[in-house]
């Protein structure tokens, strides 16, 4: 079973940046992509960016220009750098890995961003 483990959220004023974190468990187990994914309250959980281990990387419209993945598989860890943080960012980040043994998510992290 793999575990994520995400950190790097908080409280950030508009403008401000925020880098999360998210490390796997089992750095042997071949992941095929990591995710980065947010739920504001009262909304539905959305997709943010995509860090495939082939490929190229994807942004939701929303945060395209403001925010960065990136990653190392031989670690199983992925980064997000969120810049130019607005309010309707706050949200629960999760991280998620997909691989062939399955389908995980982190604990998510909590990213607030004050007007």
């Known amino acids: 079973q793999v575990q994520l483990v995400e950190s790097g959220g908080g409280l950030v004023q508009a403008g401000g940046s925020l880098r999360l974190s998210c490390a796997a468990s089992e750095r042997s187990i071949r992941i095929n992509v990591m995710n980065w994914y947010r739920q504001a309250p009262g909304k539905q959980r959305e997709f943010v960016a995509s860090f495939p281990s082939s490929g190229t990387t994807m942004y939701a419209d929303s945060v395209k220009g403001r925010f960065t993945i990136s990653g190392d598989y031989a670690q199983n860890t992925v980064w997000l750098q969120m810049n130019s943080l607005k309010p309707e960012d706050t949200a629960v980040y999760y991280c998620?890995?997909?691989?062939?043994?399955?389908?995980?998510w982190g604990q998510g992290t909590q990213v607030t961003v004050s007007s």
């Open positions: 998620n890995a997909i691989s062939y043994t399955g389908n995980y």
